[in-house]
């Protein structure tokens, strides 16, 4: 049966939904509008968790419309979720939630939510699939993955996850099962931030104190865009309280209108700009002496390095006036230590981004912010909390290389990080062996890794594709087998630490239709598979009650209250976990690796005359790829366009509104233009999320194009990022 065909029964009507007031909004709607399911969702939920007595009412729970995590308030009546709000006693959401998480209860109730088990009937991506049991689908699957590792091993299966807080269990089965393919989207985003940051100061991500800060300078990252609900918070409140903001960005931003400069750097050329403020600070002899030489290590060799990238030399690189780079040197000076250049987030935009965070971790060393009042600091939290598991055994050995290179061919890349896109032409190589399956949970790989194409090359040498999500999203389109899981409305995951406080995620309504927590997945599967010792639970709350052990409450006490807080061991600020136990200016790390051991200046490619640096970044109403199908934020973004300044659209004669042709090396779309003075003549801008090809996505379906079209692989050798605006395209009229 076509699961296309028994999804569209249960459509809601497509409402106008009024930006800026989506909440009040929503619970109209939904009141009237969630009726013809709710007798569906009784009919069809299974007893699950849930205490009935606790249906209606008020339930603390933890958003998962994108990676931030805020503290949800679900009203729910009736046994409906009816209205999300931000959970004030939550440190991420501070009482609001953005346009995501307020749009958020409709993925509970969105009429194309997978419902049950589907086995694949037709050709891959056909979408002829068959209902099957629950029984019936892990039956097939763990009968399929055993014999993938009785033919060709174990490390055959390829196992991929987003980032979430269910991945403990997850990595939990793949290292049960004896595979060392694992693969996140950490590449596609921020590998060159977080290799560069353990190298300098032997932490992942330093934390920002926005409370003090003066002067913060960002480049490329848009909190008022790719909102991270607290920061975001906390970059207004510091902007109003009269910290002055740096933006560079080839494009005026939502964050470049609130900040009091907007350097339009030519892309790629931003490491230029830290390499000259580096070089006016020492030669001004503008830097926190007392610092660099109490903690830091290598400053000499940094120096020498810095002597020739002067403000004229990255002003002819970056193409921002060199007075301006100068100025803000001065200004940063001056503010020191209570300053911050941000780590940035999505950061493998070019093959040299590592350069570049590694440029601005020396800079924050430099001007004192390490420690200091708005400066930048080590974050304690999710390591330093001891959580209860269940007993197990030891995972068996596994002597298998990993098909991304880590570490046998990229050293410096932390194993927890890895290098995504390598997994993938592995598997089209076969190189150093062939992968046979793949098992996706919470990903969509088709759209979110570059060049659709050979994502899809890939698939076609998998004997076995599994995928577990809430939806039928591309890469669930394409696979063989597709579990249902449970919403983050509907299910409880593995405890979420923040700071000092262990969060729950909790089920506000009962599942609906046949969707399980991947907690109950996984154990399935894993007694199935003949590893059920790995798996020593009966039921999610009795998983929570070893995880909560150690803490002192019972589960119901933490369902209760929604967080409990904790006693965190003393951070010492100034122990950096690095070789030399100081903050590496010069790497020993980089050097032993044969690598530019401080920073240093490397060429990025640029387009031809005739071509365009390809730009992505975020919109406010969608997180990646996750989102297009939900009909709020839909209505609010149905689609995207290409951004294009005014002169090179005047000199190819393409007026706004038209559409056009975008070619890259990868592949072509064609898209709706959109003339504006807001990017770089040299750069055209796509938002990414859009062109879905599941047809079961009948919202997303066909809207917009999809920059996964587009982009080329080019992977940083030291950090392993994607370099994703290392792409360049060429845009002519249809
Ligand atoms: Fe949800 Fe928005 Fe918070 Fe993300 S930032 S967790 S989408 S409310």
Redesign the pocket.
């Known amino acids: 049966m076509n699961p296309v065909d028994m999804l569209q029964d249960a459509r809601f009507t497509r409402r106008s939904f009024v930006a800026g007031s989506l909440g009040a909004l929503a619970a109209a709607l939904l009141a009237e509008e969630l009726s013809p399911l709710t007798a569906f969702a009784e009919d069809s939920a299974p007893a699950g968790p849930m205490d009935p007595s606790r249906r209606d009412g008020v339930i603390d729970t933890i958003?998962e419309?994108?990676v931030?995590?805020?503290g949800v308030r679900a009203t729910v009546r009736d046994g409906r979720v009816v209205k999300l709000d931000?959970n004030p006693d939550h440190p991420?959401?501070l009482g609001k939630?953005?346009p995501?998480?307020q749009a958020?209860l409709l993925t509970a109730y969105d009429p194309d939510r997978l419902k049950y088990p589907l086995i694949r009937a037709g050709k891959r991506g056909s979408g002829l699939w068959r209902r099957a049991t629950w029984d019936e689908a892990m039956d097939y699957v763990a009968e399929q993955m055993k014999r993938i590792a009785g033919d060709y091993g174990p490390q055959a299966m390829v196992f991929s996850s987003t980032h979430n807080p269910m991945q403990v269990q997850f990595e939990n089965l793949l290292n049960a099962y004896g595979s060392p393919n694992y693969g996140t989207q950490r590449s596609l985003c921020f590998n060159a931030m977080i290799t560069a940051n353990q190298l300098t100061f032997g932490v992942d991500e330093p934390g920002r104190d926005y409370a003090n800060a003066r002067y913060i300078v960002y480049a490329g990252r848009n909190l008022a865009e790719a909102?991270?609900?607290s920061e975001t918070q906390e970059l207004v409140d510091a902007i109003a309280r009269g910290a002055k903001v740096v933006v560079l960005d080839p494009r005026f931003t939502k964050t470049a209108a609130k900040a009091h400069r907007w350097l339009p750097v030519r892309p790629g050329n931003d490491l230029a700009f830290f390499l000259a403020l580096i070089h006016e600070l020492l030669a001004n002899g503008d830097y926190d002496r007392a610092f660099v030489a109490r903690h830091t290590v290598g400053f000499e060799a940094l120096k020498a390095e810095v002597e020739p990238y002067t403000v004229e030399w990255a002003s002819a690189k970056t193409e921002i006036p060199a007075e301006t780079i100068r100025a803000v040197a001065a200004e940063l000076g001056a503010a020191r230590p209570r300053a911050f250049v941000h780590p940035n987030w999505r950061t493998s935009n070019f093959i040299n981004s590592f350069q570049t965070e590694r440029a601005i971790a020396v800079l924050n060393a430099l001007i004192g912010a390490w420690g200091a009042p708005g400066g930048v600091c080590e974050v304690s939290g999710e390591s330093a909390v001891e959580l209860g598991a269940p007993p197990q055994p030891p995972y068996p050995r596994v002597s298998a290389l990993r098909l991304d290179g880590v570490p046998w061919k990229y050293p410096l890349v932390p194993l927890k990080l890895g290098i995504f896109q390598n997994i993938r032409e592995a598997v089209i190589t076969g190189q150093p062996y062939q992968a046979k399956g793949w098992f996706i949970y919470r990903q969509n790989p088709v759209l979110s890794l570059p060049d659709r194409g050979r994502t899809l090359e890939a698939f076609n040498k998998l004997e076995l594709i599994v995928n577990v999500d809430i939806s039928m999203n591309d890469t669930a389109w394409y696979s063989d087998v597709v579990l249902p899981e449970a919403t983050y409305l509907e299910r409880f995951d593995p405890l979420i630490v923040v700071g000092d406080r262990v969060f729950i995620r909790q089920p506000v309504i009962k599942p609906l239709f046949e969707s399980r927590s991947g907690l109950m997945i996984f154990q399935d599967l894993g007694t199935r598979l003949g590893l059920k010792d790995f798996f020593q639970y009966k039921d999610e709350l009795d998983y929570l009650g070893y995880q909560v052990k150690p803490l002192g409450v019972s589960v119901e006490e933490l369902r209760q209250a929604g967080s409990v807080k904790v006693k965190l061991p003393p951070i010492d600020t100034y122990l950096f976990r690095t070789p030399s136990g100081k903050v590496e200016l010069k790497s020993s790390l980089l050097a032993a690796a044969n690598q530019d051991a401080v920073p240093t200046w490397q060429e990025p490619p640029r387009p031809t005359a005739v071509a365009f640096y390809l730009l992505t970044g975020k919109v406010a109403q969608h997180?990646q790829f996750a989102t297009q199908n939900n009909r709020y934020l839909h209505e609010l973004e149905p689609g995207n366009a290409l951004w294009m300044n005014p002169g090179p659209a005047a000199a190819r004669g393409l007026a706004d509104g038209e559409t056009v042709v975008v070619k890259s090396r990868s592949g072509e779309v064609r898209v709706p233009l959109r003339v504006t003075e807001a990017i770089r003549s040299d750069c055209v801008y796509l938002t990414p999320g859009f062109g879905h090809v599941s047809k079961a996505l009948m919202t997303a379906f066909d809207s917009g194009v999809s920059d996964s079209d587009l982009h080329e692989t080019f992977t940083d050798p030291v950090s392993g990022g994607q370099a994703l605006s290392q792409t360049f395209v060429t845009v002519e009229k249809v």
């Open positions: 958003c419309m994108c931030w995590r805020c931000g991420h959401s939630l953005c995501r998480g958020g909102i991270s609900n997180t």
